[in-house]
């Protein structure tokens, strides 16, 4: 009986050194995501003064070791999120013409993540796929491109439910996408 207590004692210490172990990781994790956001804030707040140019922002942003502070990314999928959030702040304060230069490094960053991702990680690559689209529907005007990337994304994960309303929300209101920009 006293072994077992003891094996009980030695159980509970080692679950409470994990405990304490993963607060220190939950910490730092909400840490990196916190200097990443305000990164992001600063950023935008700094193009739409003048005091930083977008060029030298992306190689700033790109630089980042998590630049969305999601750090078990895919570095060019972290990068796309990011450069999609500074490019999204961008056109909130009305300067469409450089978030459009941050959508399409986000654009890029994303499918070079995509070709490297093999299809037996199905589950991700159609989320990169799903941002890809989302981006070129919704900030680059090419609607025939996304609806493509939404269907190969489809194709990946064809009982994805989520997918599939995602492409109807993307597509919706667009009677032909193959006659938007390419």
């Known amino acids: 009986m006293t072994t077992s207590r003891h094996i009980l004692s030695l159980a509970g210490a080692l679950l409470l050194s994990l405990c304490r172990l993963h607060a220190v990781?939950?910490?730092?994790?909400?840490?990196?995501?916190?200097?990443a956001l305000k990164l992001r804030g600063d950023m935008a707040t700094g193009i739409v003064n003048g005091?930083?140019?977008s060029a030298a922002a992306l190689g700033r942003l790109h630089a980042q070791a998590a630049p969305s502070g999601l750090i078990q990314l895919d570095h060019?999928?972290?990068?796309?999120?990011?450069?999609i959030d500074v490019?999204?702040?961008?056109?909130?304060?009305?300067?469409?013409d450089v978030a459009e230069d941050f959508f399409r490094a986000a654009e890029q960053a994303l499918l070079l993540a995509i070709n490297r991702i093999p299809d037996a990680k199905a589950q991700e690559k159609a989320l990169y796929l799903q941002q890809l689209?989302?981006?070129?529907?919704?900030?680059?005007?090419?609607?025939a491109v996304g609806s493509d990337n939404m269907?190969?994304?489809?194709?990946?994960q064809p009982n994805d439910a989520n997918l599939k309303f995602m492409k109807s929300n993307l597509t919706r209101g667009r009677a032909d996408p193959s006659?938007?920009?390419?």
Do not use: C, P, W
Not at 25 to 35: G, L, N
Not at 87 to 96: H, T, V
């Open 151 to 156: 269907d190969a994304a489809i194709g990946l």
């Open 133 to 143: 689209a989302h981006i070129r529907i919704n900030y680059l005007n090419e609607g």
């Open 51 to 53: 005091s930083e140019k």
């Open 25 to 35: 990781t939950v910490d730092s994790i909400q840490q990196t995501m916190a200097d």
């Open 76 to 83: 060019d999928a972290d990068f796309a999120l990011a450069a």
């Open 179 to 182: 006659k938007a920009k390419q």
């Open 87 to 96: 490019g999204q702040r961008l056109l909130a304060a009305g300067k469409a």
